[in-house]
């Protein structure tokens, strides 16, 4: 049985980090294309890091240079290092596969 599990966001001032991991269960990380994407309140789910299964990583103008999406294929777990968090970072992030997702991770970025 597929299922991801976030963990790591929590309440952060701006300028923070936070490191998120996603634990993968039922399927191996590293054969397929995994993304983190999030949902802001009263918004649409918007796309942030893909990692391919050959390692090459992608991600949103609207995060490169602060964000870093990385594997563990021992833990079977995929990773996003967020540095210099903005308020406009708040969001429920989810990573994916295929389309499926887990329940979230909740990041606020306030002062």
């Known amino acids: 049985q597929v299922q991801l599990v976030e963990s790591g966001g929590g309440l952060v001032q701006p300028g923070g980090s936070l490191r998120l991991s996603c634990a993968a269960s039922g399927f191996s990380i590293r054969q397929y294309f995994m993304s983190w994407v999030r949902q802001a309140p009263g918004k649409g789910l918007e796309w942030v890091s893909g990692?391919?299964?050959?390692?090459?990583?992608s991600y949103a103008d609207s995060v490169k240079g602060r964000f870093a999406i990385s594997r563990d294929s021992a833990k079977n777990t995929l990773y996003l290092q967020m540095n210099t968090l903005k308020p406009e970072d708040t969001a429920v992030y989810y990573c994916?596969?295929?389309?499926?997702r887990g329940r979230g991770t909740q990041v606020t970025v306030s002062s």
């Open positions: 990692i391919s299964s050959g390692g090459v990583t």
């Open positions: 994916s596969r295929n389309g499926q």
